[in-house]
Nanobody, 115 residues
Framework: QVQLVVSGGGLVQPGGSLRLPCEVSGSIFSITTMAWYRQAPGEQRELVARITRRGSTNYADSVKGRFTTPRDNAKSTMYLQLNSLKPEDTAVYYC?????????WGQGTQVTVSS
């Protein structure tokens, strides 16, 4: 059974940093493209970052240069490192696993950027 467990959200001041781990169980991590999405109130869910199983990444224009998404295949864990946070980054962040046959979602974690 595949499960994605996300942690690390919270309240942070503008300019601050957070790191969100997403741990994947079920022996699919090494063959799977992983992604982060976010959804702000009243908005559609949007792609934030994606990393392939070989480590190629792409980012939304709004987070380029501020967010990174490393992965540790040995620990079956992907991370979202959020730096230089802005109030407009406030959203629920979701981890997503994209093996060839389906898509799995973790529970969301709230990130609030406010002074």
């Amino acid at each position: 059974q595949v499960q994605l467990v996300v942690s690390g959200g919270g309240l942070v001041q503008p300019g601050g940093s957070l790191r969100l781990p997403c741990e994947v169980s079920g022996s699919i991590f090494s063959i799977t493209t992983m992604a982060w999405y976010r959804q702000a109130p009243g908005e559609q869910r949007e792609l934030v970052a994606r990393i392939t199983r070989r480590g190629s990444t792409n980012y939304a224009d709004s987070v380029k240069g501020r967010f990174t998404t490393p992965r540790d295949n040995a620990k079956s864990t992907m991370y979202l490192q959020l730096n230089s946070l802005k109030p407009e980054d406030t959203a629920v962040y979701y981890c997503n696993a994209q093996p060839p046959w389906t898509s799995y979602w973790g529970q969301g974690t709230q990130v609030t950027v406010s002074s």
